[in-house]
Structures are given as structure tokens and as C-alpha cells.
């Protein structure tokens, strides 16, 4: 082989060398930035899931801090409504119970209820009270069942109210007594 073929070999073959080192290197560079990109990824996707699932967390938090608030807010106006229908039908039961103060049934409701407090009461002694605009009804009370009934001031809107000391008894059925029990158990369903 003559010089210039050994000199042509020789710098083939440290070509092909130099050639293969670049290879391996570029090889090994790929690989070192693969695994950085690997590694950079997954360090990445954590870090977002976190704050995906912070900014889910906050976002659940003033959802539901705000649908307690719309809660609250619409019990409120129920509520509202409520009292203002409660308050609204018991001023017609009121009128209702004005206009049936008038009339003839109301007369013999009283005098049933007499009667049955005299038949609670028996030989024992009972106060009957009757409110001022019920006084014309004392006559008759008197000559039905020789009874005299007491004016009471606090007796407004109609009814009576029994006394029996004797047994401990007292029988309120008065309307204010009445319509102050129906409010308390009074309530509005939807």
C-alpha cells in the first residue's frame, strides 16, 4: 500500500471513528434530553393537577358558599311570604269571626257553652265571664240557668271563660284564646 492508501485508510478510518463518537454522543444528548423531558413533564402535569384541583376546590367552596347564601336568601322570602299569608287569613278569620258575633248562632254557641261549664262545675261554685259587647245575653243566662255572668274587659273579640275554683278548673273559650292557639299551631306547607 503506498502512502497516499494508507494515508486515504487512515483518514477513513478516523472518520468512521470520529463519525461513531459523534453518533454516541448525539445518542447519549437525546437521551439525557429525553429523560429531562420526561422528567420535566411528569414534574409539570403534577404541578397542574394540583392547581387544577386547588382552583376545583375553590371553585366547589364559592359554589357552594353561594348556593348557601341563594338557600338562605329564598327561605328568607318563604318565610316572608308565609307570615304575610298567616297574617292575611287571620284577619279574615277575625272579620269572619265579627260578622258571626252578630248573628244568632253565635248567641247559642255561648249558651252551649255555658251550659256545658255548668255541667263541668255541678253543685260547685263557678264564675262565668262574657266580654262587654256579649251583655245582652246576661238576661237570658239568668232565666235559662239561674246563673249571673261577669263582664270582663279583657274579653274582646267574643267567647267565654269559666272559672270552677273548687275543682281547679279553669275553661277558656274565648276567641282571642283560640285564634292565639291556631296561630301557634298554625303552619304553611308548600
Same mark, same amino acid.
Request: hydrophobic letters at 35%.
Given at each position: 500500500?503506498?502512502?497516499?492508501?494508507?494515508?486515504?485508510?487512515?483518514?477513513?478510518?478516523?472518520?468512521?471513528?470520529?463519525? #461513531?463518537?459523534? =453518533?454516541?454522543? *448525539?445518542? $447519549?444528548? +437525546?437521551?439525557?434530553? @429525553?429523560?429531562?423531558? !420526561?422528567?420535566?413533564?411528569?414534574?409539570?402535569?403534577?404541578?397542574?393537577?394540583?392547581?387544577?384541583?386547588?382552583?376545583?376546590?375553590?371553585?366547589?367552596?364559592?359554589?357552594?358558599?353561594?348556593?348557601?347564601?341563594?338557600?338562605?336568601?329564598?327561605?328568607?322570602?318563604?318565610?316572608?311570604?308565609?307570615?304575610?299569608?298567616?297574617?292575611?287569613?287571620?284577619?279574615?278569620?277575625?272579620?269572619?269571626?265579627?260578622?258571626?258575633?252578630?248573628?244568632? #248562632?253565635?248567641? =247559642?254557641?255561648? *249558651?252551649? $257553652?255555658? +251550659?256545658?261549664?255548668? @255541667?263541668?262545675?255541678? !253543685?260547685?261554685?263557678?264564675?262565668?265571664?262574657?266580654?262587654?259587647?256579649?251583655?245582652?245575653?246576661?238576661?237570658?243566662?239568668?232565666?235559662?240557668?239561674?246563673?249571673?255572668?261577669?263582664?270582663?274587659?279583657?274579653?274582646?273579640?267574643?267567647?267565654?271563660?269559666?272559672?270552677?275554683?273548687?275543682?281547679?278548673?279553669?275553661?277558656?273559650?274565648?276567641?282571642?284564646?283560640?285564634?292565639?292557639?291556631?296561630?301557634?299551631?298554625?303552619?304553611?306547607?308548600?
Amino acid at each position: 500500500m503506498t502512502i497516499e492508501e494508507k494515508l486515504q485508510h487512515f483518514t477513513m478510518v478516523t472518520i468512521e471513528s470520529v463519525h #461513531e463518537e459523534c =453518533e454516541k454522543s *448525539l445518542e $447519549e444528548f +437525546k437521551k439525557e434530553q @429525553d429523560w429531562k423531558y !420526561e422528567t420535566h413533564k411528569e414534574q409539570y402535569l403534577v404541578e397542574a393537577r394540583r392547581k387544577e384541583k386547588s382552583l376545583r376546590d375553590t371553585i366547589e367552596r364559592q359554589a357552594s358558599k353561594e348556593y348557601t347564601y341563594e338557600q338562605l336568601h329564598i327561605k328568607r322570602k318563604i318565610n316572608h311570604k308565609q307570615n304575610e299569608l298567616r297574617a292575611r287569613l287571620f284577619e279574615l278569620v277575625e272579620k269572619e269571626l265579627n260578622d258571626f258575633r252578630e248573628t244568632k #248562632e253565635y248567641k =247559642e254557641l255561648l *249558651l252551649r $257553652e255555658i +251550659k256545658e261549664a255548668m @255541667d263541668i262545675a255541678k !253543685e260547685s261554685e263557678i264564675f262565668i265571664y262574657i266580654g262587654p259587647k256579649d251583655e245582652d245575653i246576661m238576661e237570658d243566662v239568668y232565666k235559662k240557668y239561674s246563673v249571673r255572668l261577669l263582664v270582663n274587659e279583657n274579653i274582646v273579640k267574643g267567647g267565654m271563660r269559666a272559672e270552677i275554683p273548687s275543682k281547679n278548673i279553669l275553661i277558656d273559650n274565648t276567641f282571642e284564646t283560640k285564634i292565639s292557639e291556631a296561630k301557634e299551631k298554625f303552619i304553611i306547607t308548600l
